[in-house]
Structure formats: structure tokens, C-alpha cells
């Protein structure tokens, strides 16, 4: 044991088992968490909920921070890099969960997959760990891209964000941030909301301030705008009052909540931590084996793929329970119900990875979904 002291937030998956060879491990509740909890801390180690600044952890002995997100935007990585606190991250550890989870909404939404594979378009803002991998998986699937993100020199199927937000599904995947000359916050003000094709479909599984929350539930109470799917909201835990009532589906910010991706972000923090401190690598976290997802006889093309897409996660239940948890709440109680969702999420795992049978399915939807193709078995 090196004797270190983490402190670390309790709903990150299986940091005791990676950490507590490394020293004694605090677990705490996130958004609770108060610089006096850092005191005699060497390792702090958050989530998305936890705001990482001066604020936290001025006067406390914290040497390396680490988050299990892919978004950065709740910690100050210049103040960390000011007072010599080393940083890791986990960005990508999450990325084919949420990938799994815009495509479940897709499967779920109408036909909007069947406007996909027949020659549809899908839009996506954003080319970074989840925009490159939905827009690699959709090709595979035969579906046409359209990609934005002016951050970067060479974007594979480049398009300016008019023909992006003019697709028939639009994704929305970029970082969150205010820098000029590009800023992605409130990207889809009142006024590119109004431009969005009526026919579309908007998901925005990224941060909820890259979406104007108010501006989206006035043009959808009007009877206006595109159907949308929300898994990220403005001003989280509190939701724009009436917002959800007016979305196709909501869930409460879990499109990358799946077993394997927490399983792997906690990993990437370890492996960090010990390279920073030259300590030995940290124990392998594997979920269980899952039984094979078997195609229930007769499905084939559009039918069977969207059983594909639903086999490990229906949207439609993350769904329910969010309208169930803030039916009849206010305020503090909504939020409170919007966390304890995250924090008690249900066990999910990914299709990747998985075994499947289904006959009928092309082989290329194996290479896309990243599925292994089974002999046989019965259903999950």
C-alpha cells in the first residue's frame, strides 16, 4: 500500500477495488462535497457533479485530480495546472455507451431509422471521442454523415452547420464552451431552433447549455420544432420547468451511465494515478459474462436492427421513469429525483462486446455495432 488518502466519489464503479491498494479510500456523495472533506486528501477523485476549482481545493494537501467524465467543463484545469496538481481524465471511456444510447433513440423515435438505411441523412456537431465513433458506426450501417466541428482542420464528411441541423436526425456532440471564435453554449439559441427542419429529429446527448432550454420548450409548446430526445438539460439537476413534458423522451443525464463505461473510466484513473505516483498498475475490471442476445425468428432488415439497437437498452424505460420521479415534484424535490435517477441507475451493458445470434443480420452490422456473433442461445 503507498498510504495514500483518495477521496472519491461514491458512485464511481469499482473504485475501491482499483484504488484501495493505493491507500485508504474516502467515499463521499459528489455534489456535496466541501473542502473540508479534502483535508489529509492526496487523491481526489470526481465525477461531473463535482465543480473542481479554487474554490475546493485551496488550502487542502490534494497532489492529482481525476475525473470519470468525458466532459471537463466542471474542473479548472488551469488552477490545477498552476499549483503543479497533476490531471487525468477519462474522455472516451464513455463514448460507444452513449453512441448505443443516440441509437436507441433513433430506434425508438417513429421511423426514423428506416428514413436512415433508405437514404435519410444524420447530422452530427461535434468530432471528438462520441461524434467520430456514432459517425464511423452510422457508416457502417450504410447511413449518410454529415459532420461539423470548426475546432478541427479535416472533419471526415465536413459540412457547414446549416446542412448539419438540416439532416434528418441531428446529433449534438461537441464540448461544451465559450471560447471564441467558436462557442458551442447555446449553440441552438431561439433563433437556429426556428430554422430546424419540422420533420427532424433532435437529440442532444452532450451537456444541456449547448441547447437554449427555454427557447427549445417555447417553440415546442407552440406546437413547433423538431421531435427531440434529451438526455442532458440546462441548469441540471433543475429542469426548464415543463421542458420534459413537451420531448419525444427524457432521460436524466445517463446516456453514458452503461456498466463497461464506468467500469473503464474508473480504470483509466488508475492507471493514471499509478503512473503519476510510480506506483503498479491497478487490478483489470471486468463486468460479468452476459448470455447471449438471441433475434427472435422472422426479424429481418429495419425490424431486426432496431432489435439490435434496443437488446441491451430500451431508452423508453429511462424514459418513464424520469416522468414518473418528477411527476407531481417542485424544485428541490425534482432535483433531488433527477440525482437519485443517476445515482441509483439500474445495471446496463452494452451491446458491444455481447454475443448475438441473428442469422439474418449482414455481417457488417456486426463490424459496426462491435457485437461478436454467436452459434447460438437464449435470449437476455
Known amino acids: 500500500m503507498s498510504g495514500l488518502t483518495i477521496v472519491a466519489d461514491a458512485n464511481m464503479r469499482g473504485v475501491e477495488t482499483v484504488f484501495s491498494p493505493y491507500g485508504e479510500v474516502q467515499l ?39 475525473t470519470a467524465t468525458s466532459g471537463l467543463e466542471h474542473v479548472d484545469a488551469h488552477y490545477l495546472a498552476e499549483q503543479g496538481i497533476r490531471f487525468a481524465h477519462a474522455r472516451g471511456s464513455n463514448a460507444n455507451a452513449v453512441v448505443e444510447y443516440v441509437l436507441a433513440a433513433i430506434a425508438a423515435c417513429d421511423n426514423y431509422l428506416e428514413r436512415l438505411l433508405e437514404g435519410g441523412v444524420l447530422g452530427i456537431v461535434g468530432q471528438g471521442h462520441v461524434g467520430r465513433a456514432l459517425a464511423r458506426c452510422a457508416r457502417a450501417l450504410g447511413v449518410q454523415v454529415r459532420a461539423h466541428d470548426p475546432w478541427l482542420e479535416s472533419v471526415e464528411d465536413a459540412a457547414d452547420l446549416a446542412a448539419v441541423l438540416a439532416a434528418d436526425v441531428i446529433c449534438l456532440h461537441p464540448e461544451l464552451t465559450r471560447r471564441k471564435p467558436h462557442p458551442s453554449y447555446h449553440l441552438l439559441d431561439a433563433q437556429a431552433l426556428e430554422q430546424l427542419p419540422q420533420h427532424s429529429l433532435l437529440i442532444n446527448a452532450s451537456r444541456g447549455a449547448v441547447v437554449d432550454n427555454a427557447a427549445l420548450c417555447s417553440l415546442l409548446q407552440q406546437g413547433r420544432g423538431p421531435a427531440c430526445v434529451l438526455d442532458v438539460w440546462e441548469h441540471e439537476p433543475h429542469l426548464q420547468p415543463g421542458l420534459l413534458q413537451q420531448v419525444r423522451l427524457g432521460t436524466p ?13 474508473t480504470r483509466m484513473l488508475g492507471a493514471a494515478l499509478a503512473a503519476a505516483f510510480d506506483l503498479a498498475p491497478p487490478a483489470l475490471l471486468e463486468g460479468d459474462a452476459v448470455a447471449t442476445l438471441a433475434a427472435p425468428p422472422g426479424l429481418a432488415g429495419g425490424d431486426l436492427l432496431r432489435w439490435l439497437l434496443q437488446a441491451r437498452y430500451d431508452i423508453r424505460a429511462d424514459d418513464a421513469a424520469l416522468r414518473d420521479a418528477l411527476a407531481g415534484a417542485s424544485g428541490a424535490q425534482a432535483a433531488q429525483a433527477f440525482d437519485a435517477l443517476r445515482r441509483l441507475y439500474p445495471q446496463r451493458r452494452e451491446l458491444k462486446g455481447s454475443p448475438v445470434y441473428a442469422p439474418a443480420a449482414p455481417a457488417a452490422w456486426a463490424t459496426a455495432l462491435g457485437y461478436r456473433v454467436a452459434d447460438g442461445g437464449s435470449a437476455q
Open 28 to 66: 463521499v456523495e459528489g455534489r456535496s462535497l466541501r473542502r473540508q472533506d479534502l483535508q489529509g486528501a492526496d487523491v481526489l477523485l470526481v465525477r461531473s457533479v463535482t465543480s473542481v476549482d479554487s474554490e475546493l481545493l485551496r488550502g487542502t494537501g490534494v497532489r492529482f485530480v481525476g
Open 253 to 265: 443525464h445517463i446516456a453514458g451511465h452503461s456498466l463497461d463505461a464506468k467500469l473503464e473510466g
